[in-house]
Structures are given as C-alpha cells and as structure tokens.
Nanobody, 128 residues
Framework: QVQLVESGGGLVEAGGSLRLSCAAS????????MGWFRQAPGKEREFVAA????????RYADSVKGRFTISRDNAKTMVYLQMNSPNPEDTGVYYC?????????????????????WGQGTQVTVSS
C-alpha cells in the first residue's frame, strides 16, 4: 500500500513563498510519475503540476506556470512544490498524488483519474 503525506502548508502573504513537501512510502517511488493538485473552497479539485519519474519532464497548469516549481528527490522518496509569488487565488488544500502506471508517459498527466494514490492534503492560505 502506498502512503503519501503532505506537509509545509500554512498561511503566507501574497508575493511571499512556500514550499510543500510530500513523503512517499510503500512503492518503488522512483518509478512513478508524481503530481500536485489543489482544491479551493467550493470548487473542484484541479491540476497544479506534475513531474516524470526521472525528473526529465514537468508540466504545469497555466495559472501557476512561472511561479511554482515541482521537483523530486528519488533517493529520499520526496516530491516538492515550491510556490513563489502566490496570490489569494492559490488558496486551497494541496494534494500530492502518484500515477497509476510504472514509469508513465513522457508528458506527465494532468487529469486526476490517472492517479491512483493520494495524500490527505495540506492547507495553503494566501492572504492579500
């Protein structure tokens, strides 16, 4: 069984920075594509960023491109989301997720139905 545990959320001022972490256990983490999603109050969960198993490719939602950076450390079985210059629209619960397919596609997936395992989420609140 895979376990994903997010951390690093909290309250941040607009224009500041925050780094989210996700610790993975229970599977050969290094063989799987990882993603970050978020859910704002009253809205559906949406894609934020994803990274291939070997960090060779990344993919971002247009709303965060140029501000957020996804990275991973396979030796530590960790994935990160560096959030720079967040704005109040970035407020929500952030989830990390592990793709269902070993190695996965070259272009990381941005649809949640392709991810089989999810963390419990970490709250991010951006104040204006």
């Amino acid at each position: 069984q895979v376990q994903l545990v997010e951390s690093g959320g909290g309250l941040v001022e607009a224009g500041g920075s925050l780094r989210l972490s996700c610790a993975a256990s229970g599977r050969a983490f290094s063989n799987y594509l990882m993603g970050w999603f978020r859910q704002a109050p009253g809205k559906e969960r949406e894609f934020v960023a994803a990274i291939s198993w070997n960090s060779g490719t990344t993919r971002y939602a247009d709303s965060v491109k140029g501000r957020f950076t996804i990275s991973r450390d396979n030796a530590k079985t960790m994935v990160y989301l560096q959030m720079n210059s967040p704005n109040p629209e970035d407020t929500g619960v952030y989830y990390c997720a592990l793709d269902r397919a070993r190695l996965g596609p070259t272009v990381p997936r941005n649809r949640e139905e392709w991810y089989d395992f999810w963390g419990q989420g970490t709250q991010v609140t951006v104040s204006s």
